[in-house]
């Protein structure tokens, strides 16, 4: 069972990790926090720094540039970014190809009132157009839906909440994942409930990134 109790010594850990040169800086792993602010930060250095994440987790949080200004932020973890998270993205691929992909998981709950699952999709979307899916092309006039996943799934665990699985790949490759978790709100799934932002009921997230950095990195 896994649970972040310090969520700011999470995020400068992840940045000391990134500061570290070589082929060691394999993923972001970063969770729920107050107001999506970690998964914000992974989803940003996913999409500035591709040169050293190779994958990123993000859960519950938002995507790169999504708020305009600190002054928009609140109303953009209600509903939806207010800038182009699009156009981000595909600045950032003309600039990084050689560097792409990097695969994203995200995690999502369907009963979270803190950031709208609406930025999981915009957050999925992304990633999705950095990573060169066509399929974000293909629903580009209706802006906030997801394009059909290349492979969808529904499971119901005794005990569990039942959960939804939405991948996409370009070749043979995974470049996104999406969970999205029925019922749960602004935690991470499956952590210690003896901590905040944290719910003991599964679907257990931390082996959901493990899965899924094992079937993301080559």
């Known amino acids: 069972m896994f649970g972040v109790a310090d969520y700011w010594a999470f995020v400068v850990a992840v940045i000391v990790f990134l500061a570290i040169p070589g082929v060691g800086n394999l993923a972001i792993i970063t969770s729920t926090g107050k107001g999506g602010i970690v998964g914000g930060l992974a989803a940003t250095l996913g999409v500035r720094h591709p040169q050293v994440v190779h994958a990123v987790a993000v859960h519950s949080g938002l995507a790169c540039g999504a708020a305009t200004s600190a002054f928009t932020a609140i109303s953009v973890m209600q509903r939806g970014p207010d800038n182009d998270v699009e156009a981000v993205a595909a600045k950032a691929a003309a600039d990084a190809r050689s560097h792409l992909p990097v695969p994203l998981l995200a995690i999502h709950g369907g009963g979270d009132t803190v950031v709208a699952l609406v930025n999981a999709a915009m957050l999925v979307r992304q990633y999705l157009r950095l990573n060169g899916h066509p399929g974000v092309d293909a ?80």
């Open 139 to 218: 629903t580009s006039l209706v802006p906030r839906a997801l394009p059909p996943a290349d492979l969808e799934r529904t499971d119901a665990v005794p005990g569990e909440r039942a959960r939804t699985t939405r991948e996409w790949r370009v070749g043979d490759r995974l470049v996104a994942r999406f969970v999205s978790i029925d019922g749960l709100g602004h935690a991470w799934s499956g952590g210690d409930d003896a901590l905040p932002f944290n719910d003991a009921l599964g679907p257990d997230a931390t082996a959901l990134v493990g899965d899924f950095l094992r079937d993301a990195l080559p």
